[in-house]
């Protein structure tokens, strides 16, 4: 009996979960204003569970420039999370990622991990702080050290038309620093503005993005700033 209770247990929340994804191509693999696949297309995908109660659980992954810090071909993420309704309207979420750089050839890893909390209105608007205790710290194409780092983000889309959005975002990247000069805390901001088109599960996205230039005195990814990228993705 005692062997039992946990199974019929794992058995009902097994068909309490429900599960879902999306595949994409991306012309161009920007984010937070740096492009990890240095101007090319790149193929991503993620799978993930959720629970009726708010918990989520999942995996994503994409494809970047190998040539690029660490020399890793992929870029991978598990993640989890809890989203709780606070209205009929809005809603909050705490997520807790750890992102990875498979097969990397880097000397030293640049593997991290990311705390975040959002704040969402409909699917309309999102803002989000998310920080990274352990950030890696480049000045321009030297690795430093780690440093803690902290995103402030928001997001949002309005719909114009049927399937039709206009969409758009900004953030700020802040590292505190660790010491003088080079070591000293410094930012950057970033955003981009677009359109989406949406029918049954799939989705296309253009977008304009910006980016400020001192994004290079932290990463050795290249400047995602007046570039225009465009992705096709699918939901299951």
Known sequence: M??????????????????????????DYIYRGLSESDGRAALQADLHADT???????????????????????????????RFDLSSAWSATLS?????????????????????????????WTVSLSAIPNAVRYWYYSRLTRSPAWIA?????????????????AGYYRSTGTGPRRLAAT???????????ERRGWRVDVGYFLAESQ????????VASHRVAGTVSWRF
């Not at 994004?215 to 290249?222: C, G, I, N, R, S």
């Open 52 to 82: 009726p109660g708010g918990t989520f659980a999942g995996v994503w992954a994409s494809t970047r420039d190998r040539s690029l810090e660490p020399g890793a071909r992929y870029a991978f993420e598990i993640y989890l999370g809890h």
């Open 153 to 169: 983000e928001t997001t949002g889309q309005w719909l114009i038309g049927e399937g039709l959005f206009i969409t758009g975002g």
């Open 96 to 124: 807790a990622r750890s992102h990875y750089f498979p097969g990397a050839t880097g000397e030293a890893s640049d593997d991290f991990q990311e705390l975040s909390a959002a704040l969402t209105w409909l699917d309309r």
């Open 215 to 222: 994004a290079q005195e932290l990463f050795t990814y290249p």
């Open 2 to 27: 005692g062997v039992a209770a946990p199974h019929a247990a794992a058995a009902a929340l097994g068909t309490q979960l429900s599960w879902g994804g999306n595949i994409a191509v991306t012309s």
């Open 187 to 197: 930012g950057y901001a970033y955003g981009n503005a677009g359109v989406g088109f």
